[in-house]
């Protein structure tokens, strides 16, 4: 099973080094020391630890944004049947879901923990800008 180096653990969480390593010291993150003193996440326990963060972003939090279509995370669950896989990774705040041929899925040998990439590609994308805040200006 992989590990992951605190800094991995906050670019993909999204937050500071600082933050992981708070959490790891308050036992809300497991974490281990290496012979020579680096903290290391196991993947299943970041995964399980991501499962829980779940949140919606705040709508405030951007300005204007377009999406990007890779999204680098945790794979956090799958499930498989005799033909079809549900893949669950967890990117930053957001949960992204893949449905897949059980044969990529095994190919792939994806797991919990595991770091992976979502590539998204749609036919229809939604853009949208927040609400000002009160007392700021409208465009029009």
Excluded: C
Excluded at 82 to 108: H, N, W
């Amino acid at each position: 099973m992989p590990s992951y180096r605190i800094g991995q653990v906050a670019e993909l969480l999204g937050v500071s080094v600082d933050t992981v390593r708070r959490w790891a010291d308050a036992g809300r993150l497991g974490a281990r020391r290496t012979e020579g003193g680096q903290r290391m996440v196991d993947g299943a326990a970041l995964a399980e630890f991501m499962t829980g963060l779940r949140h919606a972003p705040e709508r405030d939090e951007v300005i204007a944004q377009s999406a990007r279509n890779r999204f680098q995370g945790i794979v956090t669950r799958v499930a498989k049947d005799e033909i079809v896989a549900k893949v669950e990774l967890q990117a930053g705040p957001f949960r992204v879901v893949s449905l897949m041929t059980r044969e990529a899925a095994d190919e792939l040998e994806l797991a919990p923990g595991m770091l992976a990439v979502a590539s998204v590609k749609a036919t229809n994308v939604v853009v949208e800008l927040p609400a000002p805040a009160r007392g700021e200006p409208t465009s029009s």
